[in-house]
């Protein structure tokens, strides 16, 4: 027998795991060895793995045998920066395959302070409960009392039960609805919002996690660490005269310039994390609704239906007029956080997270909406319920669309008349969402189920990629989208793979797989699929180590390279290459695709993108008039870069054992 591991001589993790199951109440760690973590890291990758392992095929998403597995990342608290994120990650219930969603915030270091690397939980529970982890393991406590409480009362409640230090993870009224657009919050609202996994832990009787953790992780170099931090601190001041040009003018004239010459220049890393210092994301409001980034009017309309003057009235300037406070998550640097407080109107708010950029789209551009109360109040509904806002804004878009066809009426609605730009029927519209009263019960479980069942040709308005919204990114401005939300194991994710994030994150720096991008890019040469594969796939290799290791997706992107590599190696004694580390990063994407292949799920079969996506039919006006994407092109491109059997969606077993992936060539072909 091994001996049990020295937690006190940790290398960046822990090595072990807890395991909860929620039915017989059995709590016990798991160790894992040293090879484990060099296959596949933390984070993502960890959860990856272990959730391959032990989710039964079939199981039933809100049933016992799915788990949830909420893991920080490899680098997290180590003293590296933009760190700080956790992943929670099981089966969807949104698209019967692979989720994952990931929040910043403060949870993920307490929970690796209770000295684990992950806390996996599956099972039941007949009554409410929450989870209380320190660093000898876990209680399952009972939550009778928080039931019922929103996302930022539960947190209040449980910090005064066990201290202001702990931090907490929960789901509010639309987690316990069982909402498929449910997700899981920290923070008073910050929420892992995607894949509906927060309705899975209301499946699960589960309310909340708690980390009371106080054991610091050791490093094998801590100098080392604390150099190179020191080093990309000082390489992205922030102090720079061009901030005091910064405005919604600046970014709407350059959205429109953006949309009407023939190509750009490569997207400038330092101008976007100026932005993201000034402003956080709705910097992006009004010059991504003038460039044609931002769907309009659910998909079928162009910046001619909103224009300049109606997007600045929900932009950047008038967002962070009403901003009191700049904050930023664990082991940021950059502080694009932002504490809002709006006392105008009959609904009132006096502190709530900044809205960011998804959400004024999904409830602004995309509903014809400018009212800036509206989303105020809208954002701070969508928080305190635990709904991914994204979701919530495009099934409000699709209701409102099938009302203006005529497929649902008053009485559907109980009287609701729905209507593009009715702030205050969308308003009540997303409250009977979250309570599933009426209508609402219909459309709480986004667009394809809501489609279902209304019926009557609805499915025409419904987009999504395999029963997941679309994001507030158009794959007709960047076609590097159109691959990632038909073929990213969670379907309709934008902070994946696109040629915008190639640009920002100089990934040719780093790999010698990553393409050396041309410094001007014109229109033309990106909306062909020829070529793009291989990039695309690149970039989604690079995400799966960005999530393996905790780190932000925008840290990868304000002017870099963010030094992963050198703080992984720093960090654990190992001496891998930055390719090495690529190679990671595809073996977890590989393990996630096998996941949903082993479900049945082929995405060039599954979840193809609702023809909206690529402009099929092509709008009449704006930026994109005329154009129609080659779908089925950039896909198989995609899938070629990937290895993968356009018939089956089965990776080919020669890759599979390329990429060291044993067991699931052996599941895929063998079994």
């Known amino acids: 027998m091994s001996e049990p591991r020295n937690l006190d001589q940790s290398n960046g993790y822990w090595g072990r795991i807890l395991h909860v199951d929620l039915s017989s109440g059995e709590i016990h760690h798991e160790e894992l060895p040293d090879a484990f973590y060099e296959r596949f890291l933390g984070g993502i990758g960890l959860a990856a793995k272990i959730l391959w392992d032990r989710i039964p095929v079939g199981a039933d998403p809100m049933g016992p045998d799915n788990m949830l597995g909420f893991v920080p990342g490899l680098l997290t608290d180590t003293g590296s920066l933009f760190t700080g994120r956790f992943m929670v990650a099981g089966?969807?219930?949104?698209?019967?395959?692979?989720?994952?969603?990931n929040c910043g915030g403060y949870f993920s270091p307490f929970l690796k302070r209770c000295r684990i690397d992950g806390l996996f939980v599956r099972g039941s529970s007949e009554a409410p409960v929450y989870l209380l982890l320190d660093e000898q393991g876990a209680e399952i406590r009972d939550a009778s009392e928080l039931w019922g409480l929103d996302t930022t009362s539960t947190e209040a409640k449980l910090k005064e039960l066990h201290g202001k230090r702990c931090q907490v993870a929960c789901i509010g009224p639309a987690g316990e609805n069982k909402s498929f657009m449910a997700g899981i919050c920290n923070d008073d609202g910050r929420i892992a919002a995607r894949g509906g996994l927060g309705g899975v832990m209301g499946a699960k009787g589960l309310k909340a996690v708690v980390a009371t953790g106080r054991a610091r992780i050791g490093v094998?170099?801590?100098?080392?660490?604390?150099?190179?931090?020191?080093?990309?601190?000082?390489?992205?001041?922030?102090?720079?005269?061009?901030?005091?040009?910064?405005?919604?003018?600046?970014?709407?004239?350059?959205?429109?310039?953006?949309?009407?010459?023939?190509?750009?220049?490569?997207?400038?890393?330092?101008?976007?994390?100026?932005?993201?210092?000034?402003?956080?994301?709705?910097?992006?409001?009004?010059?991504?609704?003038?460039?044609?980034?931002?769907?309009?009017?659910?998909?079928?309309?162009?910046?001619?239906?909103?224009?300049?003057?109606?997007?600045?009235?929900?932009?950047?300037?008038?967002?962070?007029?009403?901003?009191?406070?700049?904050?930023?998550?664990?082991?940021?640097?950059?502080?694009?956080?932002?504490?809002?407080?709006?006392?105008?109107?009959?609904?009132p708010i006096e502190r709530m997270h900044k809205p960011e950029y998804e959400t004024l789209c999904a409830f602004g551009a995309l509903l014809l909406n400018d009212d800036l109360g509206s989303l105020f109040v809208l954002n701070d509904l969508c928080n305190q319920a635990g709904i991914d806002t994204i979701s919530t804004g495009a099934t409000v878009a699709f209701a409102i669309e099938c009302f203006e066809e005529g497929l649902l009426t008053t009485a559907d609605t109980d009287g609701l008349v729905l209507h593009w730009g009715a702030s205050a029927a969308i308003i009540t519209l997303v409250e009977r969402i979250i309570a599933r009263e009426g209508i609402g019960d219909v459309l709480?479980?986004?667009?394809?189920?809501?489609?279902?069942?209304?019926?009557?040709?609805?499915?025409?308005?419904?987009?999504?990629?395999?029963?997941?919204?679309?994001?507030?990114?158009?794959?007709?401005?960047?076609?590097?989208?159109?691959?990632?939300y038909t073929c990213e194991p969670g379907p309709g994710r934008h902070t994946i793979s696109a040629f915008t994030y190639l640009e920002l994150q100089v990934l040719e720096k780093q790999f010698s797989r990553a393409p050396k991008?041309?410094?001007?890019?014109?229109?033309?040469?990106?909306?062909?699929?020829?070529?793009?594969?291989?990039?695309?796939?690149?970039?989604?290799?690079?995400?799966?180590?960005?999530?393996?290791?905790?780190?932000?997706?925008?840290?990868?992107?304000?002017?870099?390279?963010?030094?992963?590599?050198?703080?992984?190696?720093?960090?654990?004694?190992?001496?891998?290459?930055?390719?090495?580390?690529?190679?990671?990063?595809?073996?977890?994407?590989?393990?996630?695709?096998?996941?949903?292949?082993?479900?049945?799920?082929?995405?060039?079969?599954?979840?193809?993108?609702?023809?909206?996506?690529?402009?099929?039919?092509?709008?009449?006006?704006?930026?994109?008039?005329?154009?129609?994407?080659?779908?089925?092109?950039?896909?198989?491109?995609?899938?070629?870069?990937?290895?993968?059997?356009?018939?089956?969606?089965?990776?080919?077993?020669?890759?599979l054992a390329e990429v060291e992936l044993p067991e699931v060539a052996q599941a895929l072909y063998e079994d």
């Open 220 to 347: 094998a170099d801590k100098p080392r660490v604390k150099q190179i931090s020191k080093d990309f601190k000082d390489a992205i001041s922030v102090d720079s005269p061009m901030n005091r040009l910064l405005g919604d003018r600046l970014l709407g004239a350059t959205g429109k310039l953006t949309r009407i010459l023939p190509g750009m220049t490569r997207q400038p890393s330092d101008l976007w994390r100026l932005l993201l210092a000034r402003f956080g994301t709705p910097a992006l409001t009004a010059m991504s609704a003038e460039s044609g980034d931002s769907p309009i009017k659910n998909w079928s309309g162009s910046v001619v239906d909103f224009p300049l003057a109606r997007s600045q009235r929900i932009g950047a300037e008038a967002v962070c007029k009403h901003e009191i406070e700049k904050y930023g998550c664990f082991s940021c640097p950059l502080r694009c956080g932002g504490i809002v407080s709006y006392n105008k109107g009959d609904r």
């Open 91 to 101: 089966k969807s219930p949104s698209t019967g395959g692979w989720a994952d969603a």
């Open 517 to 655: 991008l041309p410094p001007i890019a014109f229109k033309r040469s990106k909306n062909k699929p020829q070529g793009k594969g291989e990039m695309l796939a690149v970039d989604s290799f690079y995400k799966m180590i960005v999530d393996a290791t905790g780190a932000c997706f925008f840290g990868t992107q304000v002017g870099g390279p963010l030094p992963m590599v050198e703080w992984m190696n720093a960090a654990t004694g190992w001496t891998l290459s930055a390719d090495q580390y690529l190679q990671v990063g595809e073996r977890i994407h590989q393990l996630r695709h096998a996941f949903n292949v082993r479900e049945g799920i082929n995405p060039a079969r599954d979840c193809r993108p609702h023809p909206r996506l690529y402009g099929d039919p092509p709008l009449a006006s704006g930026p994109f008039r005329n154009t129609t994407l080659d779908a089925d092109g950039f896909i198989r491109e995609y899938y070629r870069a990937m290895h993968w059997d356009p018939e089956t969606g089965r990776t080919e077993k020669a890759h």
């Open 444 to 484: 709480a479980d986004g667009v394809k189920k809501a489609s279902e069942r209304i019926g009557k040709g609805s499915d025409r308005f419904a987009v999504h990629s395999g029963g997941m919204e679309a994001p507030m990114h158009d794959a007709k401005f960047d076609p590097g989208y159109l691959a990632t």
